[in-house]
Every structure is written in structure tokens, then in C-alpha cells.
């Protein structure tokens, strides 16, 4: 009888201690449960956000390649104006020597015979 009862108050012991495990191990669970459901909700709004920066990256890039071509046919444009205006300068300038040139001879031819004059 006594053996008997060791046995029983042995059985509801291992009874009770494997219905606290299996309640530990129900809690881990659930625990681990919620823990993946939220960092696949923090994994998905990274990727969302990821997915809205590489957007963004790219009409940045778009932007900035637009923007560079821009700058590089104003630079072009610019720089063929000066060009155009050094030529026109340097064509200018040699008009206005010839100008003076003629001037100077002109001079020069009224000059002579009104000097021949006064001699």
C-alpha cells in the first residue's frame, strides 16, 4: 500500500511537473510567436522603406544626370559665345587699326601739302 502510494504521489509529481513544462514551453512559444510576427512586420516595412529610397535614389540620379547635362550644354553655349565674341573683338579690333590706319594716311596726304606751304 505504501508502495503503492509512492507510486501514485510519484506519478502526479511527474504528472505536474511535465504540465508546468508544457505550460513554460507554451509561453515560450507564444512569446516567439509574437516576437517573429513583429520583426517580420519591422523586416517588411524596412523593405518598403528600402524600396521607397532606391526610388528616390534613382530620380535623384535622374535629376542630377539631367541637371549635369544642362550644365555641361550651357557650358557649351557660353563658351561658344566667348569664342564668337573674341573672334567678333578680334575682327573689331582690326577693323578700328585699319580705320586709324586710313585715318593716319589721310592725315598724312592733307598734312603734306599744307606743310610744303609753309616751308
Keep these: 500500500a505504501l508502495l503503492d502510494e509512492t507510486r501514485v504521489e510519484h506519478e502526479q509529481a511527474k504528472a505536474q511537473a511535465a504540465a508546468a513544462f508544457e505550460e513554460q514551453l507554451a509561453a515560450h512559444v507564444q512569446g516567439c510567436t ?12 524596412s523593405l518598403l ?5 532606391k526610388s528616390a535614389a534613382a530620380t535623384n540620379q535622374h535629376s542630377l544626370e539631367a541637371y549635369a547635362s544642362d550644365c555641361a ?15 567678333g573683338g578680334d575682327q573689331k579690333v582690326a577693323e578700328l ?3 586709324l ?8 596726304q592733307k ?8 616751308r
Design 49 to 53: 522603406e528600402n524600396a521607397h529610397l
Design 97 to 99: 587699326q585699319a580705320a
Design 34 to 45: 509574437y516576437n517573429i510576427k513583429h520583426l517580420q512586420k519591422q523586416l517588411d516595412a
Design 73 to 87: 550644354a550651357t557650358i557649351k553655349h557660353l563658351q561658344a559665345q566667348i569664342d564668337d565674341l573674341k573672334m
Design 101 to 108: 590706319e586710313q585715318q593716319a594716311e589721310t592725315y598724312k
Design 111 to 118: 598734312r603734306r601739302p599744307f606743310a610744303a606751304d609753309h
